[in-house]
């Protein structure tokens, strides 16, 4: 008789935990996955990024159709009138189709889906459900949930988080916006374009932290084209709630006059963090630090020996493509092989219109580190972004001033996230920016602005 029920046993399936799942199984490992929620793929699938890229994409069509965005191309779309509930459908059905394929994926690959709740009951054994099961290894894939706003209850009607946000019943006339992170610029645009007026109110002097300066200056630039009110250096030091209308008291953050905002929507957005609730880490000795995240080595090791952590539950961004490669990285060091994820090269993508992207270092951060370069090209120069009337935007390449080597691109365009994958690519093979400018890039193309803002590295670019 086997030692243990299971190899491997997964405990969450959102993009960590069902790719790491996989694997396990693809390399011969006897693999089970519990999740505690009805249907597969986590957070990612079910609530976070594919309802909200649903959301966005409608909502483009909407605002593209209804603002008569097609007019100057010939094309004149008369009545152009929303249908939300159609909307909706639209989205829940891509969600079905997606979670349903990892359903598809478990079952060819002979992952078995625990399903329920896990709680460690020692280091080796987990209750699902009904059910106590052993593992030689064991996953920890739980995910983050949303940062709760002191003094302010979520009541998924008026008040909501981001899964309230993903499925408003009726557009809001106003939507406040607490936090101008990714969320709230993705869902706040979501509901602009739909009609709604959006006041995004941000603690610090700049949306998007993290983000290169230029960047969040940009982006904030043209978020407010777009008819979204910024309130930046700003905190919210209340919410009430009276009917289906909400009163958001809001003042400088760095002290002030109060003002108050009436809104019938309010979006808490102001983060997320790690869940390891009712897991009872306490039972296996698996310790979390001072942000509630449980450590890892360089391999995903906890402290724990036969226990391992991956994604949003660790430390690191937030992202489902970081959480999947970290999945496939921990099955392969299961295995006894040699996972690895490169933390240095993790693509970040705003999937606004334009799309906001980056890899690597900000300026910023590249100056503290040493001497450096940068190169950057406006797609107001870029022939088929010029052709397409899409010239928001620029491209920027950050190297370093002696080697030349990329630490860093920054994107903001139309096509940022798909452009982004090349500049990670070319870090992820050591590049220089030289490199990049002696690639031949398809012309006509918004890539090209890659290749010129290497070009603008070396101080010669073509177009501009
Ligand atoms: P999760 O996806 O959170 O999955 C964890 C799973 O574990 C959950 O299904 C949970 O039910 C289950 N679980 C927890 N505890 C237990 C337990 N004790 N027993 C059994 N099961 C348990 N990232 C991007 O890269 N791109 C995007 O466009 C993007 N958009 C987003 C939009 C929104 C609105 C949100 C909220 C997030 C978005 N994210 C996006 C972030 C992304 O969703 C997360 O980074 C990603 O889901 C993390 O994956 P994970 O596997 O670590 O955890
Ligand atoms: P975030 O960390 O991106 O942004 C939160 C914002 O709220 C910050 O700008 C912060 O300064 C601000 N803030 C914090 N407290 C505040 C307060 N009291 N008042 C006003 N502002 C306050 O978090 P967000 O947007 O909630 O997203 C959570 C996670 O989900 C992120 O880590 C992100 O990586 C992930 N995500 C990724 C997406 C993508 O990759 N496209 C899309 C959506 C979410």
């Excluded at 986590?42 to 909502?59: E, Y």
């Excluded at 006041?199 to 998007?208: G, N, P, R, S």
């Excluded at 808490?268 to 449980?294: E, F, H, Y």
């Excluded at 190169?375 to 950050?398: E, H, L, Q, Y």
Aim: proline residues 3%; hydrophobic residues 45%; glycine residues 12%.
């Amino acid at each position: 008789m086997a030692e243990y029920d299971y190899d491997v046993l997964v405990i969450g399936a959102g993009p960590g935990g069902y790719v790491a799942a996989i694997r396990a199984a693809q390399l011969g490992l006897k693999t089970a996955c519990a999740e505690a929620r009805e249907t597969l793929g986590g957070t990612c699938l079910n609530v976070g990024c594919i309802p909200s890229k649903a959301l966005l994409h409608a909502s483009e069509l909407f605002e593209e159709t209804s603002h008569g965005a097609f007019a100057k191309f010939g094309v004149e779309i008369a009545g152009a009138t929303l249908n939300l509930d159609q909307m909706h459908a639209e989205k829940v059905k891509a969600v079905g189709e997606l979670t349903g394929g990892i359903e598809y994926l478990f079952k060819k690959n002979k992952v078995t889906w625990l399903k329920g709740k896990a709680v460690f009951q020692d280091a080796g054994t987990v209750k699902v459900g009904d059910q106590t099961v052993t593992a030689r290894d064991i996953v920890i894939a739980t995910g983050s949930v949303v940062t709760p706003l002191p003094g302010v209850t979520i009541d998924q009607k008026v008040v909501v988080d981001s899964t309230g946000a993903l499925a408003l019943p009726k557009v809001p006339e106003h939507l406040v916006v607490i936090g101008g992170g990714v969320i709230g610029l993705e869902l706040g645009s979501v509901w602009r374009r739909l009609g709604a007026k959006v006041t995004v109110v941000e603690y610090l002097d700049q949306i998007l932290p993290g983000f290169d300066g230029e960047v969040r200056k940009e982006s904030a630039k043209l978020f407010k084209k777009q008819g979204m009110e910024l309130k930046t250096s700003t905190k919210v030091t209340g919410v009430t709630v009276e009917g289906d209308r909400a009163t958001v008291t809001v003042e400088p953050a760095a002290g002030g006059a109060a003002e108050t905002l009436s809104a019938d929507a309010v979006l808490v957005a102001i983060g997320r963090k790690p869940n390891t609730d009712g897991l009872n880490l306490d039972a296996a000795g698996v310790t979390l630090n001072q942000r509630g995240q449980i450590e890892i080595d360089h391999d995903f090791a906890t402290n724990v020996d036969g226990i391992w952590a991956i994604g949003d539950v660790v430390p690191g961004p937030m992202l489902a493509h970081k959480a999947e490669d970290e999945g496939v990285a921990v099955a392969e060091n299961i295995a006894g092989q040699t996972g690895i994820v490169n933390h240095d090269v993790i693509p970040s993508v705003v999937y606004t219109m334009p799309e906001i992207a980056g890899v690597g270092l900000s300026e910023e951060a590249a100056k503290e580190k040493g001497e450096i370069k940068v190169g950057k090209f406006p797609f107001m120069a870029n022939s088929r972004a010029k052709t397409n009337r899409d010239t928001d935007g620029f491209v920027k390449v950050i190297a370093d001033a002696k080697t030349d080597r990329v630490l860093g691109v920054w994107i903001i365009s139309s096509l940022a996230g798909t452009m982004i994958a090349q500049a990670a690519q070319a870090m992820e093979f050591g590049a220089t920016s030289e490199d990049i400018a002696y690639t031949c890039h398809a012309h006509p193309t918004h890539s090209e602005a890659l290749k010129e803002a290497a070009m603008a590295v070396q101080g010669k670019p073509i177009h501009i």
